[in-house]
């Protein structure tokens, strides 16, 4: 079965770069397409990107000038950074695969909290 | 670009139905496919409905999908409400270049 596992550091200071790295085990990376999606404290969820093939990427027009998604299938990891990060930038960050046929995404990691603050 | 609206809470007692909707602004709802996904304290969302209609294998069938154009709306419904089914409803869908949208999610208490 497919499960996915985020890591990253869970406290990044204004004005710096988020990372954070989706490990996917029982599936290859190559038959989805990757995504990351964010959910801030008490609000709803808001995607971001994602990757498909390693060289197709797509990003929210919102977010576009501070986000680079980017996959290592050699590892099963897809990755994302997002620059110049605010308080606004705080929430949990899930990785979700989406089948190359399907609409839903269909795998999820458990979500890790990023939280903005000096 | 469009958004989806969606409902801040909705409550209803164990055994009854309840339906949740997801309002399109700008385009019809019927351009893309609605996801609905089920959410609980502390874990990631989960799909429950895809394809506006279709559910996943070990989704029950008190959860059904459906789209209305004359609203530009999706819904949500559950019937046989149990008090696990409590929990935060998203809608999704995409825009015609394959970005993603969800709504502001719907949170369903059962009381």
């Known amino acids: 079965q497919v499960q996915l596992q985020e890591s990253g550091p869970g406290l990044v200071k204004p004005s710096e770069t988020l990372s954070l790295t989706c490990t996917v085990s029982?599936?290859?990376?190559?038959?989805?397409?990757c995504n990351w999606i964010r959910q801030t404290p008490g609000k709803g969820l808001e995607w971001i990107a994602y990757?498909?093939?390693?060289?197709?990427?797509n990003y929210n027009p919102s977010l576009r000038s501070r986000v680079t998604i980017s996959a290592d299938t050699s590892k099963n990891q897809f990755s994302l950074t997002l620059n110049s990060v605010t308080a606004a930038d705080t929430a949990v960050y899930y990785c979700?695969?989406?089948?190359?046929?399907?609409?839903?995404?269909?795998?999820w990691g458990q979500g890790t909290l990023v939280t903005v603050s000096s | 670009n469009f958004m989806l609206t969606q409902p801040h809470s909705v409550s209803e007692s164990p055994g009854k139905t309840v339906t949740i909707s997801c309002t399109r602004s700008?385009?019809?709802?019927?351009?893309?496919?609605v996801q609905w996904y089920q959410q609980r304290p502390g874990s990631a969302p989960a799909t429950v409905i895809y394809?506006?209609?279709?559910?996943p294998s070990g989704v029950p069938d008190r959860f059904s999908g459906s789209i209305d154009s004359s609203s530009n709306s999706a819904s949500l419904t559950i019937s046989g409400l149990k008090t696990e089914d409590e929990a935060d409803y998203h809608c999704?869908?995409?825009?015609?270049?394959?970005?993603?949208?969800f709504g502001g999610g719907t949170k369903l208490t059962v009381l």
């Open positions: 394809d506006d209609n279709q559910r």
């Open positions: 700008g385009g019809s709802i019927a351009s893309n496919f």
């Open positions: 999704q869908s995409y825009e015609s270049n394959s970005q993603g949208v």
């Open positions: 990757i498909y093939n390693s060289a197709s990427t």
């Open positions: 979700a695969l989406r089948q190359s046929s399907g609409r839903n995404f269909a795998y």
């Open positions: 029982g599936g290859s990376i190559s038959s989805y397409y």
